[in-house]
């Protein structure tokens, strides 16, 4: 742990520039396993490579993974020019409450180090894909996103692939989710990755107005 907090604290001095972090909430169950998995792999393969194409994203975005079930923080906060997506394996059921409420923690976390060190920061995203339903309890933590959303804290985006449940999608974020079409994670991604270097050539605390995915009513 110290280390990861040396690593952290000479990055911001070394690279003051305001922060852009993403939390990608990744849903690894079990009916995953097979071609999604690998579509989705593949689909943080080309995130990775449109940011390295920004030189301003590289320094100002910054991604951490977390997976579930179980809940793993799969990659902590990095800056995208240090950001390699590890390679998921399907695995357990879908505790996404459990999984929303670290992925949440994160992002306050990490607000914690930008204000700790004197860094500006960007609105966090936090951008959950699922193909299921929750197998936990996920009240508390749909109210949690909902309060973060009005006060700023953060924005929530949420993607449901073919068998996800989106009544309970549309009860936990505020945004309507994008119901993806087929396995086109990597399209997804691109569109991720434009909007976040968009958002980096921003000022910190104004908003950017989004080109919104095909079939996402509202972002």
């Known amino acids: 742990m110290s280390d990861q907090i040396s690593f ?15 939390v990608l909430l ?26 390295s194409a920004d030189a ?15 809940v793993t923080v799969a990659s902590p906060f990095t800056s995208a020019s240090t950001f390699y997506p590890p390679t998921l394996q399907s695995q357990g059921d879908t505790p ?5 409420t670290q992925a949440l923690n994160m992002v306050e976390d990490r607000k914690r180090d930008y204000r700790s060190n004197g860094i500006s920061y960007y609105r966090p995203w936090v951008f959950l894909i699922t193909d ?17 959303e009005a006060s700023k804290k953060f924005a929530f985006f949420a993607v449901g692939v073919t068998g996800a449940d989106m009544n309970v999608l549309r009860q936990i974020s505020a945004r309507e989710p994008l119901s993806l079409e087929g396995l086109k994670f990597r399209e997804l991604f691109r569109w991720l990755s ?5 958002v980096s050539r921003s000022t910190p605390g104004t908003e950017v107005p989004l080109e919104a995915p095909k079939g996402w009513a509202s972002v």
């Open 8 to 22: 952290e604290t000479n990055d911001f001095a070394s690279n003051p520039e305001p922060r852009c972090p993403c």
């Open 56 to 70: 301003l994203a590289l320094k100002r975005v910054e991604v951490g993974i977390v997976t579930f079930g179980p």
């Open 132 to 148: 299921g339903a929750p197998t936990d309890s996920w009240q508390a933590a749909a109210a949690a996103v909902r309060e973060g």
């Open 194 to 198: 434009s909007s976040l270097r968009s």
């Open 26 to 51: 990744l849903d690894v169950s079990g009916s995953m396993s097979g071609r999604p998995l690998d579509e989705l792999n593949a689909g943080l393969t080309t995130f990775r490579d449109e940011l």
């Open 96 to 100: 996404m409450g459990a999984a929303i």
